[in-house]
């Protein structure tokens, strides 16, 4: 079962609980509007679902509301940041802005953040960013319980460090990539456990390393103790790129990599190294809208294959799901709502219960 709203009701319910968890209207309502926005755009993984973590993570004196990113090093084309643990949906979006500033005037930018809490849907960066007519390439780790398993390997060493891509079409919808390394994204495997639904097989293994549907593995502590993994996408090249995230997003923008036992915590860190290119200085701008457009013309003069409806780019099924739910509602299962409805009852705030 499961429960719909419009996403202005959303929005409205998740700032009151934002805010009575100590920010500011201003921040309440923009982590509130990011996360449903990442509802809207079809990624639950990164929506509402998120607030019962957020609560638990504050409630623990991880994430810092009100927290603003500290510049650390500003060095031309180079810029690096603190995110002080601050919401991500905040310091990432204020690292985003001094990083476009900066493109705009040198061509390029080059920008590491650090100790971010939850950036949330990466794509949301790289939407500002071609917004703005720029190329984005963004690198991120995630410091939290490991939950993906390096290829050959048998239990959780990373988190699930997604790598995205935005690249602007001169007078069309930007071609936006943004995807885990893994082979879904954690919260996805949150839903489908909260939904009552298996997944298909190749995405999981249990706490024995063995292969599983189930995706309670990764979302609940087994008999022993002990959680399973999610799997690389892609095998060996998956694995490639996830712990490039880790070295780019962690190691180089000073946030940290992973190398120590799990534990409880509810905090989630991100590190995010962001490249920048202004085509227009580049010099290569009038190839670059012709060529790109060109592409994309080709590829859809591809015949549709059976069994799908249409050939799509990145970045379409989003825009999608964006007119579908705004039209529609947003639906939220009754088992993530439940843990919304508890964790906002920790703060004081009531919230309709499902059904």
């Known amino acids: 079962m499961s429960k719909t709203f419009t996403a202005d009701a959303l929005r409205r319910q998740m700032a009151a609980v934002l805010g009575a968890a100590g920010s500011s209207a201003e921040e309440a309502r923009q982590v509130a509007d990011n996360l449903v926005m990442a509802n809207l755009s079809g990624h639950d993984s990164h929506g509402v679902g998120m607030i019962p973590r957020y ?22 084309s ?9 919401y991500g949906q905040v310091v990432g979006v204020q690292a985003m802005e001094m990083a476009m500033a900066r493109a705009a005037q040198t061509g390029s930018c080059i920008m590491a953040l650090a100790h971010a809490h939850h950036l949330g849907r990466i794509g949301h960066f790289a939407e500002m960013a071609v917004g703005r007519g720029l190329v984005a390439i963004h690198f991120v780790n995630v410091l939290s319980r490991p939950v993906v398993a390096p290829w050959g390997g048998a239990d959780g060493r990373f988190g699930t460090n997604p790598c995205c ?13 943004d995807f885990a ?8 495997m949150r839903v489908a456990h909260n939904e009552g ?8 293994i249990d706490q024995h390393g ?3 549907t189930d995706p309670g593995v990764v979302v609940v502590p087994q008999s022993n103790g002990l959680l399973g993994a999610l799997m690389p996408f892609g095998e060996h090249k998956g694995y490639g790129l996830a712990v490039a995230c880790e070295l780019l997003g962690g190691a180089l923008s000073g ?3 992973w190398h ?3 534990d409880a915590r509810r905090e989630v860190l991100n590190g995010m190294t962001t490249i920048l290119i202004d085509p227009q200085r580049l010099g290569t701008a009038a190839s670059f809208e012709q060529e790109a457009l060109g592409f994309i013309d080709w590829l859809r003069q591809s015949p549709t294959a059976e069994g799908f409806d249409a050939l799509r780019v990145a970045g379409e099924p989003e825009r999608e799901a964006r007119a579908q739910r705004e039209r529609e509602g947003i639906a939220i299962d009754d088992t993530t709502w439940d843990e919304i409805v508890s964790a906002a009852k920790k703060l004081g705030v009531a919230l309709p219960a499902a059904g």
């Not at 180079?78 to 601050?86: K, R, S």
């Open 55 to 76: 609560v638990e993570s504050k409630l623990e004196g991880g994430l810092q509301p009100n927290t603003s990113a500290k510049v650390t090093l500003d060095a031309g």
């Open 255 to 257: 946030g940290g990599t």
């Open 181 to 188: 390394t893994s082979r879904v994204a954690q919260g996805k």
């Open 197 to 204: 639904r298996q997944v298909p097989p190749g995405y999981l």
């Open 260 to 262: 120590r036992a799990p």
């Open 210 to 212: 063995r292969a599983t």
């Open 165 to 177: 891509i935005g690249v602007p079409l001169k007078g069309r919808e930007p071609f936006v990539l």
């Open 78 to 86: 180079m810029l690096a940041l603190d995110g002080q643990h601050g």
